[in-house]
């Protein structure tokens, strides 16, 4: 009987504790909280429960919380990867699948049915990698089909079992030469296969049934995806380089005013950056392509992200990679050729939560809003400056991943005569 009075008091303490370790207290810093309440210094924000509980120079602690003393630091939202393939890729020569590609797959005629919240793996040691970088969420989706679409992405959380917080949240269209590639060979074939996939669509009520003949351009699996993209219901991520092509997604965006549009590339936006703004077509991009790697970016300008932010688009830094743990570093050049510092963080945070649909859940601190929270040693456009810390869900997550543990492991192998200096166990 004594042993079970023991071993429920020993539960009940270590409860206790687990219960306090969500309590956390972050005090003394330089907090950007991407809401009105804007930068606040000398600031405290608690979490309870995994949700952000107050945030404020003026917030007193609770007893039983657990404090981050940060003075000194900064401190974000958890990052937003804009557009990613986590979770679908691990090195993508390897010998195996790579979820971030599809080829010839009956179920679609289109690649607008793909869905890769089926695909996505919670342990690839790219989340990891990303995350102790500051990268709490991310939207993920495949890099390359041979058909017209990409396929259907989701937004993930990079916490603990990379939990999806909005399936089929986008689908992802190029334009561009490439998917000009992949229909027929040219623009002239590209436009005109888009525009009868979604009048078909369009013209139905709802997909055929399988007791219905159907031998229409889409599969039946296809027109919902597109009846979604229609209706506003599911954004289009449009892909495009060149001016002359982002201006053809101008004029898609005037017959079909209810599609939620998404600019992705845009290496030559700048060059109609008014009229992205009055169409309201927000831009996710890689804002470092300087010298044009192709004949569809002769345009490319370091200074891209600052005049579009300076036309009143809304820009997001990040796009269609694995290595989204770089994207501090591109918002930074964008932030060092003109898109002021505040712009720079919000193209990392607010921007990209606000483009995909999640910013009532992250993007921004504010009570109440999911407490994905890194700590900086200093200001994160600095290549200098990494993340201390970072909570997601207010759980504060352990900042190791296989990158660290090689370092530790070999980081001593050699000594300075480039001899071994000692064999590290693994």
Same mark, same amino acid.
């Given at each position: 009987?004594?042993?079970?009075?023991?071993?429920?008091?020993?539960? $009940?303490?270590?409860?206790?504790?687990?219960?306090?370790?969500?309590?956390?207290?972050? %005090?003394?810093?330089?907090?950007?909280?991407?809401?009105?309440?804007?930068?606040?210094?000398?600031?405290?924000?608690?979490?309870?429960?995994?949700?952000?509980?107050?945030?404020?120079?003026?917030?007193?602690?609770?007893?039983?919380?657990?404090?981050?003393?940060?003075s000194g630091k900064v401190v974000t939202? @958890?990052?937003? @990867?804009?557009?990613?393939?986590?979770?679908?890729?691990?090195?993508?020569?390897?010998?195996?699948?790579?979820?971030?590609?599809?080829?010839?797959?009956?179920? $679609?005629?289109?690649?607008?049915?793909?869905?890769?919240?089926?695909?996505?793996?919670?342990?690839? #040691?790219?989340?990891?990698? $990303?995350?102790?970088?500051?990268?709490? !969420?991310?939207? #993920?989706?495949?890099?390359?089909?041979?058909?017209?679409?990409?396929?259907?992405?989701?937004?993930?959380?990079?916490?603990?079992?990379?939990?999806?917080?909005?399936?089929?949240?986008?689908?992802?269209?190029?334009?561009?030469?490439?998917?000009?590639?992949?229909?027929?060979?040219?623009?002239?074939?590209?436009?005109?296969?888009?525009?009868?996939?979604?009048?078909?669509?369009?013209?139905? !009520?709802?997909?055929?049934?399988?007791?219905?003949?159907?031998?229409?351009?889409?599969?039946?699996?296809?027109?919902?995806?597109?009846?979604?993209?229609?209706?506003?219901?599911?954004?289009?991520?449009?892909?495009?380089?060149?001016?002359?092509?982002?201006?053809?997604?101008?004029?898609?965006?005037?017959?079909?005013?209810?599609?939620?549009?998404?600019?992705?590339?845009?290496?030559?936006?700048w060059r109609v950056a008014d009229e992205?703004?009055?169409?309201?077509?927000?831009? *996710?991009?890689?804002?470092?392509?300087?010298?044009?790697?192709?004949?569809?970016?002769i345009g490319a300008s370091i200074e891209?992200?600052?005049?579009?932010?300076?036309?009143?688009?809304?820009?997001?830094?990040?796009?269609?990679?694995?290595?989204?743990?770089?994207?501090?570093?591109?918002?930074?050049?964008?932030?060092?050729?003109?898109?002021?510092?505040?712009?720079?963080?919000?193209?990392? %945070? $607010?921007?990209?939560?606000?483009?995909?649909?999640?910013?009532?859940?992250?993007?921004?601190?504010?009570?109440?809003?999911?407490?994905?929270?890194?700590?900086?040693?200093?200001?994160?456009?600095?290549?200098?400056?990494?993340?201390?810390?970072?909570?997601?869900?207010?759980?504060? *997550?352990?900042?190791?991943?296989?990158?660290?543990?090689?370092?530790?492991?070999?980081?001593?192998?050699?000594?300075?005569?480039?001899? #071994?200096?000692?064999?590290?166990?693994?």
């Amino acid at each position: 009987m004594r042993k079970l009075i023991i071993a429920a008091a020993l539960a $009940s303490a270590g409860f206790a504790q687990s219960a306090l370790a969500q309590n956390i207290a972050i %005090t003394g810093a330089k907090i950007y909280t991407q809401t009105e309440q804007g930068v606040i210094e000398n600031g405290t924000l608690l979490i309870r429960d995994g949700n952000i509980e107050s945030i404020g120079n003026d917030v007193n602690v609770p007893d039983g919380y657990r404090k981050y003393d940060a003075s000194g630091k900064v401190v974000t939202p @958890g990052l937003v @990867g804009a557009m990613t393939s986590l979770g679908l890729v691990e090195v993508e020569s390897w010998a195996g699948v790579v979820d971030a590609s599809v080829g010839d797959a009956s179920v $679609s005629h289109s690649g607008a049915a793909f869905d890769v919240s089926y695909a996505i793996n919670p342990d690839s #040691t790219v989340i990891d990698v $990303s995350r102790i970088e500051g990268v709490t !969420s991310a939207a #993920t989706t495949i890099s390359y089909t041979d058909y017209l679409f990409q396929g259907q992405g989701s937004v993930i959380s990079l916490g603990k079992g990379a939990e999806i917080i909005k399936p089929r949240a986008f689908t992802v269209l190029d334009v561009g030469g490439n998917g000009a590639e992949h229909s027929g060979g040219s623009r002239a074939a590209l436009w005109v296969t888009l525009e009868k996939l979604f009048d078909e669509a369009s013209g139905l !009520s709802e997909a055929p049934g399988l007791d219905t003949v159907w031998e229409g351009l889409n599969t039946r699996a296809d027109i919902e995806a597109l009846q979604r993209i229609l209706s506003g219901d599911m954004p289009l991520v449009m892909e495009a380089e060149r001016k002359s092509d982002i201006l053809q997604i101008l004029a898609f965006k005037k017959r079909h005013p209810e599609v939620n549009i998404i600019l992705m590339d845009a290496a030559e936006a700048w060059r109609v950056a008014d009229e992205l703004a009055e169409a309201d077509i927000p831009v *996710i991009m890689n804002p470092e392509m300087n010298l044009p790697d192709s004949f569809e970016a002769i345009g490319a300008s370091i200074e891209n992200a600052a005049r579009l932010a300076k036309a009143g688009v809304k820009v997001a830094v990040g796009m269609e990679t694995h290595n989204i743990r770089l994207a501090t570093q591109h918002a930074g050049n964008a932030v060092a050729n003109g898109l002021t510092h505040e712009q720079g963080i919000a193209s990392l %945070t $607010s921007n990209p939560a606000s483009i995909l649909g999640v910013s009532d859940r992250v993007g921004s601190l504010a009570a109440g809003k999911q407490a994905d929270v890194v700590i900086w040693s200093g200001d994160p456009l600095e290549v200098t400056e990494y993340a201390e810390q970072v909570f997601i869900k207010g759980e504060p *997550i352990d900042m190791d991943s296989r990158q660290t543990e090689l370092r530790d492991r070999y980081q001593n192998f050699y000594g300075q005569d480039g001899k #071994t200096s000692q064999y590290i166990q693994p």
